[in-house]
């Protein structure tokens, strides 16, 4: 099974909304990276957080790490309909040599 | 100009043949990755190189080969395509700046097999 799992698995929203997805994993990380990807196209790394970090900002994107309940969450503030993408959570496990396991992804839908 | 690229972007091949997709890169990175997605999937892992020297296999290798053939370039091979492997193939690169694997992602390619 995937070490991250996000829920839901697809979100649908009216732009100006906010978006929030999750991500649970089952080991202990290094850090965890979410990733977007336009339809058909390949991945963009958005931002990264380290296991010892709580919260990161990155303009519209707010990311939470918990890893005592091994979960983290992503959040767009302000949607706007060019964030319509899929979000993948990857993390970075302890012992897996820097490798990034990534899960099934998060489909949003902003509509304008 | 794109640091990933890959080739060709679509294939459409029928079973039993060989082929050959290629990824190169000129962001100057060690390690260099072959990615499987199936629709409404993440990614899973086929190989993966740390330098011209290493490869190494992944979750889901057996139907495939890769070449290193210089830093820059990483090609995945199907010895005998099956409908399965239908899917879309992602190289990715990274050079574990500041000990952290942060990945980069070629454009894709989509393979079909009749």
């Known amino acids: 099974s995937q070490q991250g799992e996000e829920d839901p698995q697809a979100l649908s929203i009216q732009e100006g909304e906010n978006a929030t997805m999750n991500c649970s994993y089952k080991?202990?990380?290094?850090?965890l990276q979410w990733y977007r990807q336009n339809s058909g196209r390949g991945l963009v790394h958005l931002i990264l957080?380290?296991?010892?970090?709580r919260e990161k900002h990155s303009g519209r994107l707010r990311v939470t790490l918990d890893t005592s309940k091994k979960s983290s969450s992503l959040l767009i503030t302000a949607s706007r309909a060019a964030d319509t993408a899929s979000y993948f959570c990857?993390?970075?496990?302890?012992?897996?040599?820097?490798?990034?396991?990534f899960g099934g992804g998060t489909r949003l839908m902003v509509k304008p | 100009d794109a640091d990933v690229t890959q080739t060709p972007r679509n294939r459409i091949t029928k079973t039993g043949k060989r082929i050959m997709l290629e990824c190169s890169q000129t962001?100057?990175?060690?390690?260099m990755y072959w990615y499987r997605q199936d629709p409404g999937l993440g990614l899973r892992l086929i190989y993966y190189?740390?330098?011209?020297?290493?490869?190494n296999k992944g979750e889901i290798s057996d139907g495939y080969s890769v070449s290193r053939q210089a830093q820059a370039k990483f090609s995945l091979s199907l010895e005998s395509a099956i409908p399965n492997q239908t899917a879309l193939y992602f190289c990715?690169?990274?050079?574990?700046?500041?000990?952290?694997?942060?990945?980069?992602f070629g454009p894709g390619t989509r393979l079909t097999v009749l």
């Open positions: 190189s740390f330098d011209v020297k290493d490869i």
């Open positions: 990857a993390t970075d496990r302890v012992g897996a040599g820097n490798m990034l396991t």
């Open positions: 080991t202990s990380i290094n850090n």
């Open positions: 962001k100057g990175h060690d390690r």
């Open positions: 990715a690169t990274s050079d574990l700046a500041q000990g952290m694997d942060t990945q980069y």
């Open positions: 957080i380290r296991s010892n970090e």
